[in-house]
């Protein structure tokens, strides 16, 4: 509980800075990044810290329930939560009107402030679970760990339909854009393939999602008018 906490409290000051400087939240997003890794690298120096004497955390949260594993049941569980968050929730419904709109949003009386310093929130104890459920399954904890995963996350978002601008998209999207660039990347490798060329077949893929995004809205708002 305390790392999902820890998590949530470093999300939220990414809310705050882009709160009180007026900036985009992806942009400070990646900046604290870099400093919350160098802190992990510092607080570890540098070195896996493995678990000798794992407790009941471990062994509940980190075996397999059906050749399962547990963080598998954690993952859809938290899918399903976040889409009825997402979409059936006055919350929810905030987040995608800011993110289409801010100024129509404020208009409309949303506090985009709070809003934001909520999801940021939100988004930073999602990474805490993350972290306590990945730690739980290795039962060591590796500061390198998940350190390229940013632009992963970024491609699964806008495979699964996230538009880069804001105000659409859904979980469910971001889930099969996840499945999908880790089925690229393990039939890469099981062809054999050099971990170089899945970091090529990667990009293009992003490249390719982002160029069918921007045609499919020209051509809705070629429509529209």
């Given amino acids: 509980m305390l790392g999902i906490l820890v998590g949530g409290l470093l999300g939220m000051v990414n809310g705050l800075i882009a709160n009180i400087f007026r900036l985009p939240v992806l942009i400070v997003s990646l900046g604290t990044l870099t400093a919350y890794s160098g802190l992990?690298?510092?607080v570890t120096n540098d070195n896996t810290i493995s678990i000798s004497n794992p407790g009941s955390f471990f062994t509940?949260?980190?075996?397999?329930y059906l050749s399962v594993a547990?963080?598998?049941?954690?993952?859809?569980?938290?899918?399903?939560l976040l889409s009825l968050v997402f979409r059936m929730t006055r919350?929810?419904?905030a987040v995608r009107a800011i993110g289409a709109n801010p100024r129509a949003a404020v208009l409309s009386g949303y506090r985009v402030g709070v809003i934001r310093l909520l999801t940021t929130g939100?988004?930073?104890a999602l990474c805490g679970a993350?972290?306590?459920?990945t730690l739980a399954f290795f039962a060591a904890a590796d500061p390198s760990q998940g350190g390229s995963y940013n632009i992963e996350v970024i491609?699964?978002?806008?495979i699964g339909g996230t538009a880069l601008t804001g105000g659409s998209g859904t979980v469910g999207g971001a889930l099969l854009g996840a499945l999908l660039i880790s089925l690229i990347s393990s039939s890469l490798i099981q062809f054999?393939?050099?971990?170089?060329?899945?970091?090529?077949?990667t990009g293009v893929v992003i490249i390719a999602a982002v160029c069918l995004d921007a045609t499919i809205r020209r051509a809705r708002a070629r429509s529209a008018t």
Avoid: H
Avoid at 60 to 64: A, R
Avoid at 70 to 80: G, K, P, R, S
Avoid at 155 to 158: L, P
Avoid at 192 to 201: E, L, P, Y
């Fill in 155 to 158: 491609a699964a978002a806008i």
């Fill in 130 to 133: 993350a972290a306590m459920l």
């Fill in 40 to 42: 992990a690298y510092y």
């Fill in 70 to 80: 547990f963080i598998v049941y954690a993952f859809v569980v938290l899918t399903i």
């Fill in 60 to 64: 509940i949260v980190g075996k397999s």
């Fill in 91 to 93: 919350f929810g419904f």
């Fill in 122 to 124: 939100l988004l930073g």
């Fill in 192 to 201: 054999g393939i050099s971990a170089n060329a899945s970091g090529i077949v």
